[in-house]
């Protein structure tokens, strides 16, 4: 994954602080006055005690390896996985299989399709995430937008509403307010969201790359300013031609299309890296299903994206 978060450092420098500064040893001042009571006999008002002298060595307590646990497999599920029929009329639902059984943990996508569009299902999703027991995370498509949503929702947001660059970073700055309101009112747990940058039939992106950079990043900042923290789903062949060579350098979810778990464990490797990110997992599609493993090595990060239900 990204450069490996040493989550251990913090809980390491709280035993051994107190040691290396010498304020363990000290009991605390009475709450009642400003500073301790000084003894009033000459000798003690000249006599100064030696400062405690520092250990020779400290011992660091010994910390278990993470547990690896391989290869873990999982499942993404969205609006395709809806009833037939409900949704919006550009993305109707398709009634798609859910994740089997073996599945650990799920991405549960929150539009239905295109940016400001609601999953139809994502409560009952969220249920079965809990009935099932398994870990879940969250995923939403980014769009470019037309220009009532960006008369809609340009003027608010860390953008400048003064120009073109400012108003559509705010237009996707509300994509991501938007979207975490509706994993609150579906109940949808997870600490991260990953963004979704690909090509959105009747929702095209503009030919301006600059333009488009601005509601990803807007996006980003939405989710980032919410204390979630935030990966990328795309692949170079449909993140270039929307964004350019836009490096974030996040963690990357990576898709191989209609292929086989061996196929899609080989976009693990860094020569499939699109944006500067280590691959957290990949995906591919068999029998109707989007199937998603962990990386090797990456099953230790799997609590930082997925809620445990």
Not at 47 to 62: D, F, G, H, K, Q
Not at 88 to 103: F, H, N, V, W
Not at 109 to 131: D, I, Y
Not at 138 to 154: H, L
Request: hydrophobic share 40%; aromatic share 8%.
């Amino acid at each position: 994954m990204w450069a490996r978060r040493n989550t251990y450092a913090a809980a390491l420098l709280l035993v051994v602080a107190p040691v290396l500064f010498g304020c363990a040893a000290e009991p605390p001042a009475d709450a009642g006055s400003a500073s301790p009571s000084l003894p009033t006999s000459p000798e003690s008002q000249t006599s100064v005690s030696p400062p405690p002298r520092a250990p020779e060595s400290l011992e660091i307590p010994s910390v278990p390896p993470a547990d690896d646990r391989g290869i873990v497999e999982g499942g993404d599920l969205s609006w395709p996985q809806c009833p037939e029929g409900m949704g919006i009329k550009e993305r109707r639902t398709l009634g798609l299989p859910m994740p089997l059984e073996s599945a650990e943990y799920v991405v549960i996508g929150l539009t239905n399709g295109p940016a400001f569009t609601p999953n139809p299902c994502l409560a009952s999703q969220v249920e079965w995430a809990k009935t099932n027991k398994v870990m879940t995370s969250a995923y939403a498509v980014t769009s470019y937008p037309r220009a009532a949503t960006i008369r809609q929702y340009g003027g608010e947001g860390p953008g400048d509403p003064d120009t073109e660059i400012g108003r559509l970073t705010n237009v996707g700055y509300q994509q991501a307010v938007w979207n975490l309101e509706q994993m609150e009112r579906a109940g949808l747990e997870s600490p991260s969201v990953w963004v979704d940058v690909e090509p959105v039939a009747v929702w095209e992106w503009s030919d301006d790359i600059e333009a488009n950079q601005a509601v990803v990043k807007g996006a980003l900042a939405g989710y980032q300013d919410a204390g979630k923290r935030v990966g990328v789903y795309s692949i170079e062949g449909l993140w270039t031609p929307i964004v350019g060579d836009l490096q974030l350098q996040l963690p990357e979810w990576r898709p191989a299309g209609e292929a086989s778990r061996a196929a899609a464990l080989e976009r693990c490797g860094g020569e499939w890296m699109f944006q500067g990110g280590a691959a957290v997992m990949v995906q591919w599609l068999e029998d109707g299903r989007d199937r998603n493993v962990t990386c090797p090595g990456e099953s230790v990060q799997l609590p930082l994206w997925f809620h445990q239900y």
